[in-house]
């Protein structure tokens, strides 16, 4: 199947002003390009880009006095069939998972791990190790938090997520990873595109989306706490230890979003 994904920014900075952006698919899905998604700014500026140290494709560059507008679009080929999980699984120990993956059973900015982690044994540990265990946090999340665009707030913790019983998909994700990582199941945080395809209209206006990675079977699993069913069309942008590390832009003065316009649909 044919992906089209892409988006529209336009942002108003007052003065010169130095902007860190997270705008690209990532790597893993090199091998489903048909056409790229090349960063476009207007008005024209220079741009450098590098890797962060998880592998994300981040862009700098200096935005003029005025309005910036920031746009892609991309196809890729994808499934046409609901996502599926490896059968893999089974949950190691703390003491042989690879280094790599000890980051992500740490506490982070939006992950408080040491105040979910009594509620997280309290209420999972009766459950089997690995797979089963994520998948029950996740119907957890699913139930607990009432999803709402009005309920954004970007200082949101999942903490206090988990105490307001509502948000957005970033907060469904939050939740998840500290509730896993509570319970020694190293957990990442993902953001990018989710289309719509097989799902019955209405369609809610398209957006980035969150959801993240857990470590069971040897292998990164996807899981999905806002949706909490498997999808057709995930395409990931960026992945780190929560929403700070994958913020699709940062800017280092003031600045004001005019528009915001995303794209994810079969073609």
């Not at 994808?78 to 690879?98: G, N, T, Y």
């Not at 939740?175 to 957990?187: G, Q, T």
């Not at 945080?189 to 993240?212: E, K, R």
Request: proline content about 9%; aromatic content about 12%.
């Amino acid at each position: 199947m044919k992906l089209r994904v892409g988006y529209e920014l336009v942002y108003e900075c007052v003065q010169p002003t130095p902007m860190l952006l997270m705008l690209n698919t990532h790597y893993s899905h090199a091998k489903e390009v048909l056409e790229p998604d090349l960063l476009s700014v207007d008005p024209p500026v220079p741009i450098h880009q590098y890797r962060d140290s998880f592998g994300n494709l981040c862009s700098r560059l200096v935005a003029p006095p005025g309005r910036t507008g920031f746009s892609t679009r991309a196809v890729l080929e994808v499934p046409s069939m609901p996502e599926e999980r490896p059968p893999f699984v089974l949950q190691h120990p703390v003491e042989d998972l690879p280094d790599d993956a000890l980051l992500y059973l740490l506490g982070s900015r939006y992950c408080e791990t040491d105040l979910l982690s009594d509620f997280a044994w309290q209420n999972f540990d009766h459950l089997p190790l690995g797979r089963i265990r994520v998948e029950a946090i996740c119907n957890y999340v699913h139930e607990h938090i009432k999803f709402g665009y009005g309920f954004a707030r970007p200082t949101k913790t999942a903490f206090e997520a988990w105490q307001e019983g509502q948000g957005v998909c970033r907060d469904f994700a939050h939740l998840a990873v500290a509730l896993c990582r509570a319970m020694n199941i190293p957990a990442r945080y993902c953001t990018g595109y989710i289309s719509d395809v097989g799902l019955p209209p209405p369609y809610a206006p398209m957006d980035f989306a969150a959801w993240f990675e857990a470590y069971v079977g040897g292998c990164w699993q996807t899981f999905d706490p806002r949706n909490n069913a498997p999808r057709t069309g995930r395409v990931l942008m960026a992945r780190g230890r929560d929403a700070a590390d994958v913020a699709i832009s940062n800017a280092f003065g003031p600045t004001k979003l005019l528009k915001f316009e995303v794209v994810c649909e079969a073609t």
